[in-house]
């Protein structure tokens, strides 16, 4: 086949809805703009002999670059293409395009993408006040979307006849949307109530034995009472309140994850608030906590918070229909949202022995131009062997 030139292009677009309407009329409802483009040109004027043939490439993504952001007011995606360019009038070119996912895992440092060794990120903070003394732990302040969300907090009165009245956490996430060119700025709040899955008394009760002290009678409806109500009335003093709540938060359908983009801003904070109290008071004490969370893509879980080699990637437990319940049931309490499923779904696992059998087929096809083995020789162009593990720099 002759060819002018072998094409191949990485492209990044943004757009953004704009239904009160952009420019002097209002009239431009919707922005689009190209953020990258960046060209390869594999191949110029020649003949391509029958057979599989193949050109190595690679793009440089800048750290810098904006992940993929699919809100439904703006999205940021990117897809490579390739261009079999032929020469003659009557003669087509041969094209494709390849979408892809770009994910940040937003990693405290470059050195901590190639470390299992993550620093904490857990939160601990303390708020005094002259009824109580409260002291909150947050377990991890970078999590995925859809995920569990453990949160502790302790109470320790400075005074007695302390009721716990109601117990408020709610995630916020702020969205500022921006459109430069026309000098567009918009900003929302979304409050997002955080589901309870379970408590857990963290109280040691052999210690509060020796110490001659009563244990938590306190059951789980009065500890929801707390949190869906208010005036729980939940006697605190002698007894230790120390639990453990564990919730889920909002997937991807609804929450976005966070970014740093100037134009399509989204950051999320959690906010804790106690209503506490006494036999002496008619005006009820307010102890509050609030803190920046990072919420990850949802595809990005635990195991995708760091980088894996390719060859990893690659060997990553697939997931089929039949598989997907199952998947569900093992994971008690925790929400899968469909898009990371459907990522699962499409991932591809390869053994030593299948690369080899594959790149057998691969070479045995070159010799021949049936079409099926051209269909078998366009199969194994995707699954080439992986490129080596990552090299630290010293």
């Not at 909150?136 to 109470?155: D, H, M, N, R």
């Not at 036999?279 to 906590?289: F, G, M, P, T």
Request: charged content about 25%.
């Amino acid at each position: 086949m002759t060819t002018s030139q072998v094409n191949l292009k990485l492209i990044g677009k943004s757009n953004m809805f704009w239904p009160e309407g952009l420019g002097p009329r209002g009239s431009k409802v919707y922005h689009e703009k190209t953020i990258l483009e960046q060209n390869i040109i594999l191949e110029t004027e020649g003949t391509l002999l029958p057979g599989l043939n193949r050109w190595p490439f690679e793009f440089l993504i800048p750290n810098s670059l904006v992940e993929t952001i699919e809100d439904e007011m703006a999205q940021v995606s990117y897809y490579v293409s390739a261009t079999v360019q032929r020469p003659g009038m009557s003669v087509p070119n041969l094209r494709c395009r390849h979408n892809i996912l770009l994910l940040r895992t937003l990693a405290p440092s470059a050195d901590a993408l190639t470390s299992h060794a993550l620093p904490t990120t857990s939160i601990i903070a303390e708020r005094r006040s002259e009824v109580c003394d409260a002291t909150f732990y947050i377990e991890k302040s970078t999590v995925s979307s859809g995920t569990q969300f453990p949160i502790s907090i302790v109470l320790s009165t400075q005074m007695k006849h302390v009721c716990l009245e109601s117990l408020d956490i709610v995630l916020t996430e702020r969205r500022v949307y921006q459109v430069p060119e026309y000098g567009a700025r918009k900003a929302e709040l979304h409050d997002f109530k955080l589901q309870l899955v379970s408590v857990t008394d963290m109280a040691d009760r052999e210690q509060l034995r020796q110490a001659m002290l009563p244990s938590s009678d306190l059951d789980l409806l009065q500890i929801k009472r707390a949190i869906t109500g208010k005036n729980a009335h939940i006697p605190l003093g002698s007894t230790p309140f120390q639990y453990k709540f564990i919730f889920t938060l909002p997937n991807c359908l609804t929450m976005n994850h966070t970014t740093y983009s100037k134009e399509m801003n989204f950051l999320h904070h959690l906010k804790i608030d106690l209503e506490l109290s006494t036999a002496d008071s008619v005006q009820k004490k307010q102890i509050h906590l609030e803190t920046p969370i990072t919420i990850l893509d949802c595809r990005l879980k635990e195991d995708f918070v760091t980088l894996p080699t390719y060859q990893e990637a690659l060997s990553h437990t697939t997931v089929d229909e039949e598989d997907e319940e199952d998947l569900i049931k093992k994971r008690a309490g925790f929400f899968i949202c469909p898009c990371y499923m459907e990522y699962k779904k499409k991932s591809v696992r390869f053994t030593k022995k299948g690369w080899d059998v594959l790149l057998h087929s691969s070479a045995s096809s070159s010799d021949t131009s049936c079409p099926s083995s051209r269909n078998a020789s366009q199969e194994s162009l995707l699954l080439l062997p992986p490129p080596p593990p990552y090299q630290l720099e010293k």
